[in-house]
């Protein structure tokens, strides 16, 4: 299902900020490599990404599904001047081409790149993260929903990436496993007292959520 107007999506492009050059590298080089080039945040969710970091300032940020290093580079943007960004990815070889990013970025001090299973190395991160992103494993979105939610500050804010998993939410039988996983963490959260939500329709659907005091 076609859920993004390509027309739309080009003019969206056209008058939100800049991408950095090295941004646009990683843009040019992940379509051009990878086997799977559009699980990449790109431009627009980019500079959403980018913004939501620099209006909360965190001090910790965690994300988890690195990919090739877009999406935490535009979160990093926002961190505070001793802050860390701590980024999980599970393939050695994404893992490997993030770091070479990385390591062409000024945040290169401030990104640890984590290489293995997040449900695995989760727990040994003992941080209070100001601000996650999701964008992994469809069927572990709740396992890693709840292995953060007690980490996350007062006010901290989970960003949950695919939640519309390609339009296959919102059939009336949805058949695909990583659309039913979607639809079930989807309403996992909408029942969670502990937070507030808003489901964002832009690119692949994003869900912004916001721990309570």
């Known amino acids: 299902m076609d859920l993004i107007n390509e027309l739309a999506e080009n003019y969206a492009t056209v008058y939100s900020s800049p991408e950095s050059e090295l941004l646009q590298r990683i843009n040019r080089e992940t379509y051009a490599t990878h086997a799977q080039p559009h699980m990449l945040s790109g431009h627009v969710q980019g500079r959403i990404l980018s913004l939501f970091s620099k209006m909360k300032q965190p001090k910790y940020i965690l994300e988890i599904g690195t990919f090739t290093g877009y999406s935490a580079l535009c979160l990093a943007e926002g961190l505070q001047v001793d802050g860390e960004l701590h980024t999980i990815e599970l393939r050695e070889e994404d893992a490997l081409f993030s770091q070479k990013n990385f390591d062409r970025s000024i945040y290169k001090n401030k990104i640890h790149l984590h290489n293995g299973n997040a449900l695995e190395i989760l727990p040994t991160l003992n941080y209070k993260w100001d601000l996650v992103f999701i964008d992994a494993d469809k069927n ?60 964002l329709t832009v690119r692949d659907g994003l869900l912004l959520i916001k721990k309570k005091k």
């Open 140 to 199: 572990n979105y709740i396992n890693y929903y709840e292995l953060v939610i007690n980490k996350l500050n007062d006010n901290g804010i989970i960003l949950a990436d695919n939640v519309l998993f390609h339009g296959q939410v919102l059939e009336e039988k949805i058949k695909g496993k990583n659309a039913v996983a979607m639809d079930a963490f989807n309403k996992h959260v909408a029942g969670d007292e502990r937070t507030e939500q808003v489901m």
